[in-house]
């Protein structure tokens, strides 16, 4: 081990080698990038200004706007800046730090998307006890448990990444320092880490997974025995795209954080970045608010506002 060089600083490779190709994609990932600002933006600002939607779901829609930003950040400004810099490397910390930082803000969507499904249950399946499940200490509860769990989780992957030791090579197959690549870049065994992260995914993840698949059990259930066409149809375009998000970011964050480290599988696993960490954080405000028909009532008041104003 003294022998062998440190290696100070890794080369992110990314999504292609080709100059044409890069910029293509730094104008794709760019206003992908803006949208979700811009659309989380404007939910959180909604939210906040209209007391009509001081309701336990939009303050996790708040919460999951806020996440989202955060998520998106941690990522894409970096891979815009590599898109088109002659050298694109990052320091060994800066790559540790952007790890918990992707772990943390990723544990956090889980759990909150979590939250969002309880929720949707307590409406659903028990209304009449509704605002005494769904009580302002227990969404705050919920969302203050949803950080500190993916603090916890973030920071145990992180401190027994530290005990790597990197000689090289020191090319990164991806466009951002998550850990399997970094794994995969470690001179020193890397039992341990992976017995950690498999750990911490099986004991936060199938928590979040268990709590969100039983509410939709309950939900599901619950909708197919109401008696009105026009009642189930409502029941279901409330909670469907719910489902089908929450459905991809559990599939795809599960298989990049265990499947196996071959490289067949680098591609795979950026395409499986991209959906969780860049399109989630977009589609999000589209699936969750925009198609609400109260939240387009609050848009439209804002805007009306603004027009005033003017």
């Not at 759990?111 to 949707?120: G, N």
Request: proline share 3%.
């Amino acid at each position: 081990m003294k022998n062998q060089t440190t290696v100070t600083e890794f080369i992110l490779l990314g999504l292609s080698g080709d100059p044409q190709l890069q910029i293509f994609l730094f104008s794709v990932f760019l206003i992908i990038y803006l949208i979700t600002l811009g659309g989380n933006i404007v939910i959180m600002l909604m939210i906040r200004a209209d007391s009509h939607l001081h309701t336990p779901m939009y303050f996790f829609l708040f919460h999951l706007s806020f996440v989202d930003i955060c998520y998106s950040s941690v990522m894409v400004p970096n891979a815009l800046r590599n898109f088109l810099a002659e050298r694109k490397t990052i320091s060994v910390n800066g790559s540790i730090a952007q790890m918990f930082f992707i772990l943390l803000s990723g544990g956090a969507e889980i759990f909150i998307l979590s939250a969002v499904a309880y929720d949707c249950y307590a409406a659903i399946c028990d209304p009449l006890r509704y605002m005494e499940r769904m009580s302002k200490g227990i969404c705050a509860q919920l969302v203050s448990g949803a950080w500190t769990r993916s603090f916890f989780r973030a920071l145990l992957n992180t401190v027994f990444t530290f005990k790597l030791h990197f000689c090289g090579p020191n090319h990164i197959s991806h466009f951002s320092c998550e850990l399997s690549p970094l794994l995969q870049l470690s001179c020193t065994d890397t039992l341990t880490n992976q017995v950690v992260l498999l750990t911490s995914v099986l004991i936060f993840g199938s928590r979040s997974f268990l709590l969100t698949l039983i509410s939709y059990i309950h939900i599901i259930s619950t909708i197919l025995r109401i008696l009105s066409a026009e009642g189930r149809h409502k029941a279901f375009s409330t909670c469907i795209s719910n489902l089908i998000v929450v459905g991809l970011f559990y599939l795809t964050g599960f298989l990049q954080y265990t499947r196996s480290n071959s490289v067949s599988s680098l591609a795979v696993g950026e395409i499986f970045s991209i959906q969780y960490s860049v399109l989630t954080p977009v589609i999000n405000p589209i699936i969750y608010s925009l198609e609400n028909k109260e939240v387009k009532t609050g848009l439209e008041q804002m805007l009306g506002k603004l027009k005033f104003l003017e």
